[in-house]
């Protein structure tokens, strides 16, 4: 295990500022999958056409300008939906990459980046939000059919936007986007990471959680649903199942996770985002939605064998099994260095009392379970704090020398564990 860190955490609530995550623990309920309209193929070119609009554009909605930006041209037409309280500038990079497929386009919702505010202010739903993106592209002309790209926050007004012009919507990505039960009453992610506002208009919580809850399923709409990778703890168990929820919206969605990257995929992992939009171009324009494989995988896509909370599951088993055994790990305290943190390790009765000293004078103290038979070691590792993705336990062979350190050889076929990787030396008393 890495040196766990309460940076991760800092980390981790900074980028849930802009996604007020996810909801209800608890493995998911599919939805049930209905036949929703879709484009029919014919309005539908693989090759571009000459409908495109000018690079950079101030359009008048309601007398307010709103700014919009197409690049390139052809159909479907990709639309970015940034996070809340993001401006259109987070898809930047994706549109230009996108442009030369097909006409790819971003723009700011009012109140933001260059989008004057709706008159008279106040709180607006995802419905209020997409009815405004609907008024924006007939003012510009941008007709679909649209492939909806909705980040964090974006994500709900995407399925805001597909359920009130079901017609006009023939694909959709998810980029570790948000659900209706991160805003349930009860939520644990209000609770942890309070709401923040979008701009000059704030979220109507209780009217967004209702349309969404209203609204039909994706049908069998070409759907990616790309979920962070750097999450751990109590946060992956809640985010975990509305992940899955989103995927299961849609009878063909292809869910992945990014291994490497945290909330902001697109700036962490922007090619994975970019080939999995394209992917859903292709199968609007007739081709059959490619499973997980190297195409993704190659730009740090973890395939998914069932759900998320299916693997979860696994890994809870696996974690129950490890009872705290001493066997004949020799009993004491250690110590070692590892990336500048010097680490004071106890070893006692199945336990491991850990104490972290930071080379900038912060000091972290956790406990861990170990379970040792003959020469054998299992370790679980804290749940708050284990690696990213894994199951948080270790399996190795452990040697005593002369000099009394003990030193590991890693069994199991998890993520090599710079904790089991250096030896623990005795300390004086």
Same mark, same amino acid.
């Given at each position: 295990?890495? #040196? *766990?860190?309460?940076? $991760?955490?800092?980390?981790?609530?900074?980028?849930?500022?802009?996604?007020? =995550?996810?909801?209800?623990?608890? #493995? *998911?309920?599919?939805?049930?999958? $209905?036949?929703?309209?879709?484009?029919?193929?014919?309005?539908?070119?693989?090759?571009?056409? #000459?409908?495109?609009?000018?690079?950079?554009?101030?359009?008048? @909605?309601?007398?307010?300008? /709103?700014?919009?930006?197409?690049?390139?041209?052809?159909?479907?037409?990709?639309?970015?939906?940034?996070?809340?309280?993001?401006?259109?500038?987070?898809?930047?990079?994706?549109?230009?990459?996108?442009?030369?497929?097909?006409?790819?386009?971003?723009?700011?919702?009012?109140?933001?980046?260059?989008?004057?505010?709706?008159?008279?202010?106040?709180?607006?739903?995802?419905?209020?939000?997409?009815?405004?993106? +609907?008024?924006?592209?007939?003012?510009?002309?941008?007709?679909?059919?649209?492939?909806?790209?909705?980040?964090?926050?974006?994500? /709900?007004?995407?399925?805001?936007?597909?359920?009130?012009?079901?017609?006009?919507?023939?694909?959709?990505?998810?980029?570790?986007?948000?659900?209706?039960?991160?805003?349930?009453?009860?939520? %644990?992610?209000?609770?942890?990471?309070?709401?923040?506002?979008?701009?000059? +208009?704030?979220?109507?919580?209780?009217?967004?959680?209702?349309?969404?809850?209203? =609204?039909?399923?994706?049908?069998?709409?070409?759907?990616? @649903?790309?979920?962070?990778?750097?999450?751990?703890?109590?946060? !992956?168990?809640? %985010?975990?199942?509305? &992940?899955?929820?989103?995927?299961?919206?849609?009878?063909?969605?292809?869910?992945?996770?990014?291994?490497?990257?945290? +909330?902001?995929?697109?700036?962490?992992?922007? !090619?994975?985002?970019?080939?999995?939009?394209?992917?859903?171009?292709?199968? @609007?324009?007739?081709?059959?939605?490619? *499973?997980?494989?190297?195409?993704?995988?190659?730009?740090?896509?973890?395939?998914?064998?069932?759900? /998320?909370?299916?693997?979860?599951?696994?890994?809870?088993?696996?974690? #129950?099994?490890?009872?705290?055994?001493?066997?004949?790990?020799?009993?004491?305290?250690?110590?070692?260095?590892?990336?500048?943190?010097?680490?004071?390790?106890?070893?006692?009765?199945?336990?491991?009392?850990?104490? /972290?000293?930071?080379?900038?004078?912060?000091?972290?103290?956790?406990?861990?379970?170990?379970?040792?038979?003959?020469?054998?070691?299992?370790?679980? %590792?804290?749940?708050?704090?284990?690696?990213?993705?894994?199951?948080?336990?270790?399996?190795?062979?452990?040697? =005593?020398?002369?000099?009394?350190?003990?030193?590991?050889?890693?069994?199991?076929?998890? &993520?090599?564990?710079? %904790?089991?990787?250096?030896?623990?030396?005795?300390?004086?008393?």
């Amino acid at each position: 295990m890495k #040196a *766990p860190t309460n940076r $991760t955490v800092v980390a981790v609530a900074a980028l849930l500022v802009s996604v007020v =995550a996810a909801g209800c623990g608890g #493995a *998911p309920t599919a939805a049930p999958a $209905t036949n929703n309209p879709s484009p029919a193929a014919s309005t539908v070119s693989a090759a571009p056409s #000459a409908s495109g609009i000018a690079a950079t554009n101030l359009f008048q @909605v309601d007398g307010r300008s /709103m700014f919009l930006e197409c690049r390139g041209t052809g159909s479907p037409t990709i639309l970015f939906e940034a996070g809340i309280g993001g401006s259109s500038g987070f898809a930047t990079g994706a549109v230009g990459e996108l442009a030369p497929t097909t006409r790819t386009c971003r723009y700011d919702r009012a109140g933001l980046g260059r989008s004057q505010a709706q008159s008279g202010g106040g709180d607006l739903s995802v419905g209020d939000r997409a009815d405004d993106l +609907h008024e924006l592209l007939a003012t510009a002309g941008v007709v679909g059919p649209y492939v909806l790209v909705g980040f964090s926050y974006g994500g /709900m007004i995407i399925r805001a936007f597909a359920d009130r012009f079901p017609t006009e919507v023939a694909g959709l990505v998810f980029i570790d986007a948000t659900h209706e039960d991160t805003w349930a009453p009860d939520s %644990w992610f209000l609770e942890e990471f309070p709401l923040s506002t979008d701009g000059a +208009h704030s979220p109507d919580v209780d009217r967004t959680r209702a349309e969404l809850l209203a =609204a039909a399923d994706l049908g069998d709409r070409p759907t990616v @649903v790309l979920t962070q990778g750097r999450m751990s703890g109590e946060f !992956e168990r809640r %985010w975990t199942p509305i &992940q899955d929820k989103l995927a299961a919206l849609s009878s063909n969605a292809l869910h992945m996770v990014a291994t490497e990257a945290g +909330h902001a995929i697109l700036e962490e992992r922007p !090619e994975l985002v970019v080939e999995s939009v394209r992917a859903v171009v292709e199968a @609007v324009r007739g081709t059959v939605l490619p *499973p997980c494989g190297p195409r993704f995988e190659i730009l740090g896509a973890e395939c998914l064998a069932g759900t /998320m909370a299916e693997l979860l599951a696994t890994w809870d088993a696996r974690r #129950a099994k490890v009872v705290p055994t001493a066997g004949d790990l020799p009993a004491g305290t250690y110590g070692f260095v590892q990336d500048g943190v010097t680490f004071t390790v106890t070893v006692k009765d199945g336990h491991l009392a850990i104490e /972290m000293r930071h080379p900038d004078g912060l000091v972290e103290k956790l406990t861990a379970t170990y379970a040792a038979v003959d020469d054998e070691v299992t370790f679980l %590792w804290p749940f708050d704090w284990r690696i990213p993705r894994t199951p948080g336990v270790n399996t190795a062979r452990w040697t =005593a020398g002369d000099d009394g350190a003990i030193r590991f050889e890693q069994l199991d076929g998890e &993520q090599p564990e710079g %904790w089991i990787a250096v030896p623990w030396v005795p300390t004086r008393a």
